[in-house]
């Protein structure tokens, strides 16, 4: 498992949302985010190719990611992007790339604040990324992040119609339904989804149930 890469900044694409970090003379391609690049040093050779005296050593956090059609590389300016990437990618529904969209436009600081103040709008303008996956990664992280950064929440608000609370029942279940019409699903599509969750689960674990239902849809 490759933690982290110590070298220079071998090449830079801006468009490409990628860097390569030479170490020892092996180049290593990485994804990376747009506040990544902005950190990275200046290359070590110049455009024609001359080694640059005074070129800059980097560290580099990085995250391999393994599918059945391809191996990439993410690579981070700090620990704390690394870790933010990974909470990211613990939402359901959200890949790396998105992660690395929505990392191009937040510091992991201001994503932390955005998740916090529960602003959705903010991190649906992340490429790729629609106002339901901002929403998931809001309630899905809040209360992760809120326990390490601070700050508490009240309990999720929702719509209610007369007379569904007997046919879903309080508590848990009443609960993930709520959060759910806050993501967007209609009451149809959520009173489905939940027909076959498992109501002892904890509440987080019956939304995330939910959404794998509604994702398949």
């Known amino acids: 498992m490759i933690y982290t890469l110590y070298g220079t900044v071998f090449e830079v694409d801006q468009l490409g949302g990628y860097a390569v970090i030479d170490c020892g003379g092996v180049g290593y391609k990485l994804t990376v985010s747009a506040n990544t690049l902005s950190a990275l040093p200046s290359p070590a050779y110049t455009p024609a190719g001359d080694v640059r005296r005074d070129a800059e050593p980097v560290r580099v956090y990085t995250h391999l990611a393994v599918r059945e059609d391809d191996v990439e590389l993410f690579g981070f300016i700090s620990k704390e992007e690394l870790e933010a990437f990974k909470l990211l990618i613990s939402v359901s529904g959200v890949g790396p790339k998105a992660a690395m ?106 939304i995330k149930d939910a959404l794998a239902v509604l994702m398949k849809q």
Not at 140 to 157: C, H, M, N, Q, W
């Open 101 to 206: 969209a929505i990392l191009s436009l937040f510091t992991p600081e201001a994503l932390f604040s955005a998740i916090i103040a529960e602003d959705t709008k903010g991190i649906s303008r992340a490429a790729g990324v629609g106002g339901k996956t901002a929403a998931r990664v809001v309630l899905e992280l809040r209360d992760k992040v809120a326990k390490t950064y601070g700050g508490g929440f009240t309990s999720i608000p929702g719509p209610k119609a007369s007379g569904e609370t007997a046919s879903i029942g309080g508590g848990k279940l009443a609960d993930a339904r709520d959060a759910l019409l806050v993501l967007g699903y209609s009451r149809t599509e959520v009173m489905n989804a939940l027909k076959g969750v498992d109501p002892s689960k904890p509440t987080e674990a019956i």
